[in-house]
Each structure stands twice: as structure tokens, then as C-alpha cells.
């Protein structure tokens, strides 16, 4: 018996996955999809006339289980992937994306749709069915409803080649991570380092085979504290080489003809479609709306952040020549030297806060501030099958303990899973006949794991990272739609980093901060005067930080908001665009296109800037609670129905403007980031 295929005997029906072998997918979606296919030919072959009910929110009913078997089967090749594993997923994409092309190119079921959208009264539908009506209407036509027979099967032949590179994209980037070993034998190339990062790096060492010796690699909890505490600069250039030419070697995980054909598609796709450019298309359904408003956007922001750039690469240069003679400043160097610098302006870092932010208090003062803002609490429950034996699971109760949602977290990193940290679902949440279905929540990240002597001991940035995916994982656990295309974080992608964001500044809050931050030893709560430190300090380098993150919006923006085909080499395009916009030295042999998944794996092509974009809305509401008190029950109850719950049941703007009174301020991230007065 295949366990993907009907609905799962397991609580709140989450996936089994104790009972599930790589040897069930393909069958499993292969059913399913002939399953999908018999739902989608009912509503084509249906004698009704075509209207909401039997036609709309048909199709959005079509396909439930295929859609289950997906998500399981996607969320593990990026959680605990293998080698089998990803051989399935080259098999298994192109059917699927096969089958949605197979749907969205059905003139039949268009045309009812067409007809539907057509002679349907708005006024006859609520907002969320008006919403649900004109998404699945443009769908058919962005996805080329629209097109002739011969562009059809263009479209097709080009999607199915958009989804094989993506995944080989994704897999060069891991390959290349998990291939990397910097072996030190000497204690001395050490020196620097924390006691605790040398201790995971000799039990790296001991699990990859070189026990008596210490590894450093590409994952980050190994990478970010060596350029960040390790002395010998030699390795650290190294190591910053390693990791910044990624899939960018000449050799056979080489990723630039990969990046050059994906381009070359999608903007072949978006012509086909009757727009400009890949960036063209895809802004047409964002708040930013087009490429000129995302360009306006970057420079206003940059006319404050790169003088606050130069300044703070002034400071670390003249900090480090000051400290170590060091006369040329480069980009291996400037963690190092800033870390240094913040230490001495602030006596503040990352192992001074360490000992407060235990893993396990960590976990539990997000659940708090969740439960301080919206009502709901989390209980472990080990009856919930789980994917690896490092996944914590805990279902989601409200105040009347109603259940909510399942919440899974996975927090160490492995060789099967990628870098990063995501929020993702295993089940989005919606309402039919039956009730309303709960949601089955993830967030993944890649923490310090625990060592034999220190439990798993994060730093500050860790900390907001943690905040930050929960704040994704709240806007699909409080999900309250009608239907899941709409629900939870199917919302523009320039609204979706909102709910995440704004979560980030309880974590420079006190009274947040007094809830959880104990020391791991001694249970002493962190000493005000550090919260302070922390405050005064939360701006370090943030023109650095600011420009850094333009650029990448800006190399996406530059690969997908023109015509790219005539382009060669990458390397020169890349470095004509950072040329005018890094504050460091460019380092030959040194690529951030061949590893930039963002763009290129995951779903932010053309809209890598919704980061910054969704900066300013997160600090212009967070402005709004800090007037009115950052736990004020009111304030959360409506950004909890007008964010959290709503989902994209409505535009993003109209959900805010109701939320905050008013449109988002530019100046209040600019005044938050210390880069405007107040």
C-alpha cells in the first residue's frame, strides 16, 4: 500500500512518514496526477453552464492530494535530500510541470473560465471570491491561455527546461558545499576562535573521518564564526574564496551556462507573453508593480546607504590599520576587523550574548511572544511522525485550546540538507464543506548543533534569524481563508517577508528579551545594561549591510529586467554591475551569480528587492506598535485579522493601509537603520 495515496490515519492527518520510501513517489504522483486529471475533466465535461462554484472553485478543490504528495516529497529534497532523492526529483519535476501546463493550456477549461470571469457580477462576490476569480482567470493567461498552438508547445518545452536547471542549479550549490573541507591540524591555525566553535569543528572532524584534527566547512554555523573570530588571515581568505566561488570553477558543478540558459528562458517566456521582460512579467503581480518603480525604490535607499557604506568601511579600514598595520582591506577581512571594532565601541559579541541564548529558551521565547501577542501556545507531541530524528514537532492550540496547526522545526545542519533557513508548509489551510482544515507548518534552519560540553548556544543573529522564520510560520499557522491559493503566505512576494520581519524587533526588545535570554549555567536573565549594548548597537555597519543587500536586488534586477541573451560571460557582466556598487576590493575567481539560489533555485527571480521593500513596511508597523506598547492586544488583534489571517485574500496595500491607518513611510526604515534623523 502506498501511503501517498489517500488520505493519511495519522493525527491532524500528517504526513506518515515513517511508512514513506523513496520508491512510493513517483507511483504516488503519477496516480495522483491521473487522479487530478479525471477532477479537472469533470468540470470540463460538465453540462452546467460554467460559473463560481462549479467551475472556480472547482479547479481550486482539483488536485488536494497531488498537491500533499508533492509537498512532502519537495520539502525533503531540500530538508534530507540523497542522491536518489535527487535523481527522482529530474524525474518527477518535468511531469509535474508537465500537468500544470496540461491545465493551464486546456482551452476547454479556459474558456469556462473566461466565460465565468467574464459574465460574473462582481458585486455578487465577496472579496476573497473576487480575488479567487481574477487570480485564476490571469493564471490561465500569464501561463499562455492566450497563445497560439505553435507558442503553446514553445511555453511548454520551455518550462520543463526551467524546472530541470533549477534543480541542477541547486544541486551544484549543495554538491560544492558539502565537498569542501578546510582540515587543520594545527590548534594554532585556530586562534581566535571561540572554545565552543572549536569543539564542533574537531567533532566535524571526527564525523567526516579526521578524529585528532579540527573541519572547518561552508555550512554557516562553520563558516560565519571562522571569518568572523579567526586570526590566521591566510585561512581566511581561503575559506571566503571557497565559499564565494561556488559552482563557479570551470569543472563539471560549474553553474554559468546554467544561469545563462535560465535567464535566456525566462525572458524568452516573458515575450513570449507579451512582456518585456522576465522582470516585467513577474512585477505585474507584486506591489512594486514594475521594473522602474523596484529601481526608484533601490536608489532612494541608496542615496542614504552608501555614504553610511563608505563610512563604515572608512572605520573598519582605519580600525585594522590601527590594530594590525593592515593596509589593504579586503572582503575576508572586514567580519573579522568589524567584529573587532563592535567589541571595542560597544564591549559587546557574539560570546559575550551566547551563554543567554540556549536553543532550547530561545524556542520557548518565541513561543511566548506568540503567545503574549496572539492568544496561542505549543505543545510537544511525539505521536506526529516525523523526517529525521532532529525535527521537533508541537501542535498549535489557541486560548480555549482549539487546535491551530502542526508546527514542525528542524534546526541542525546535515550533508542532506541545503544552507539557509526557510519556512515552508506541508499543508495549507482552508475551509469546504467538511470545516476548516489546519495547517501543517515547517521552518528549517542551520544552527550551532549541541557539543559534548555546551548545549546548542546561538548567536544574536541566530536569534533574529529564529524570529524571523517563525514570523512566516505565524502567517500560515493563523491562516483564515476560505481557500488555500489564497491563505497563509500565498500573498504577493513583496508582502510575504512582512510577517517575518517585523517579528525580528521584539528580539532588541527588553521585555521581550526578559522572557527568555537566561544564562545557560547560571539562569541569571541577561543584564540590562547588555540589552542596552545590544539597542546601541543594532545599527553596526547597517550602511554596509544596506548596499550589500541593494547589490544582490540589483544583480537581479540587472539579469532579469533586460535583454541578457547576447551575454558570454558572466563573471564580466557581475563585475561591471558590482564595480559600481562594492565598497570592498572585487577578489578574482569570485562569483556570486553561480551560487545566488535566491534567484535562481528558489522563487525570487525579479524580486530578490521585496527584502528591502518588506524592510519598510516592517518598520513602519513596528513604529506603530512601539507607540502603542510592543505587546498591546489591540494593535496585534489587527495585524493578526489584517495580515496574519487574511492571507491574499485582498490586495497586500488595502490589507495594510487597514491594518496601519495609513501607506507604509520610506523614512521609517531609514530612521530605524540610523540612516536619516528622526
Known sequence: MNPLLSIYNTPHNTPPFESIKNEHFLPAIQQLIEQAKREINNIVESAEPPNFDNTIVGLERSGKQLDRASSVFFNLNSAETSDEIQALAREISPVLTEFSNDILLNEQLFEKVKTVHQETDPNTLNDEQRMLLNK??????????????????????????????????????LAETNKYEMVLSNESDLDGLPDGIKEAAAQTAKEKGHEGKWVITLDYPSYVPFMTYADNRALRKELSLAFSSKA?????????????????????????????????????????????KVLNFIEEIRKYGRP?????????????????????????????????????????????????????????????????????????????????????VYEVRDQDNNHVSVFYADFFPRSGKRAGAWMTSYA??????????????????????????????????????????????????????????????????????????????????????????????TGESIPSELIQKIKDSSNFMEGYQTMRQLSFGLLDMAWHGQDNTQIEDIDAFEKKLFAELDVLPSVPGTNMSCSFSHIFQGGYSAGYYSYKWAEVLDADAFEYFKENGIFNKEIADRFKKNVLSAGGSEHPMTLYK?????????????????????
Open 248 to 292: 563557479f570553477k570551470g569543472d563539471e558543478l560549474d553553474n554559468q551556462e546554467i544561469v545563462k540558459k535560465i535567464v535566456n528562458l525566462r525572458n524568452d517566456r516573458a515575450r513570449l507573453l507579451g512582456y518585456e521582460t522576465h522582470a516585467h512579467f513577474v512585477l505585474e503581480e507584486r506591489m512594486a508593480e514594475s521594473p522602474e
Open 136 to 173: 485564476s482567470y490571469k493564471g490561465f493567461v500569464r501561463n499562455g491561455a492566450l497563445l497560439n498552438e505553435a507558442d503553446k508547445s514553445k511555453l511548454r518545452e520551455i518550462d520543463v527546461q526551467l524546472s530541470q536547471l533549477s534543480l541542477e542549479f541547486g544541486e551544484h550549490v
Open 658 to 678: 487597514r491594518f496601519r491607518g495609513q501607506e507604509p513611510d520610506v523614512k521609517a526604515l531609514l530612521r530605524r537603520a540610523g540612516l536619516l534623523e528622526s
Open 428 to 521: 495549507g489551510q482552508y475551509k469546504d464543506a467538511d470545516g476548516d482544515h489546519r495547517p501543517h507548518v515547517s521552518i528549517v534552519c542551520n544552527f550551532t548543533k549541541p557539543t559534548s560540553t555546551k548545549p546548542s548556544l546561538l548567536t544574536f543573529n541566530e536569534v533574529t534569524t529564529l524570529f524571523h522564520e517563525f514570523g512566516h510560520a505565524l502567517h500560515g499557522m493563523l491562516a483564515n481563508g476560505t481557500y488555500e491559493s489564497l491563505s497563509g503566505t500565498s500573498v504577493y512576494w513583496d508582502f510575504v517577508e512582512l510577517p517575518s520581519q517585523i517579528l525580528e524587533n521584539w528580539c532588541f526588545e527588553k521585555e521581550c528579551l526578559d522572557l527568555f535570554a537566561k544564562h545557560y549555567e
Open 308 to 392: 553610511g557604506a563608505e563610512r563604515d568601511v572608512q572605520e573598519v579600514a582605519e580600525f585594522a590599520r590601527k590594530l594590525d598595520s593592515l593596509e589593504d582591506l579586503q572582503k575576508w577581512d572586514f567580519g573579522y576587523y568589524s567584529e573587532k571594532l563592535k567589541k571595542e565601541k560597544y564591549s559587546i559579541d557574539d560570546e559575550l550574548l551566547k551563554p543567554y541564548f540556549k536553543l532550547e529558551n530561545a524556542i520557548e521565547g518565541v513561543f511566548k511572544t506568540a503567545e503574549m501577542l496572539y492568544g496561542i501556545h505549543f505543545v510537544q507531541n511525539e505521536e506526529i511522525q516525523k523526517y529525521h530524528e532532529d525535527v521537533t
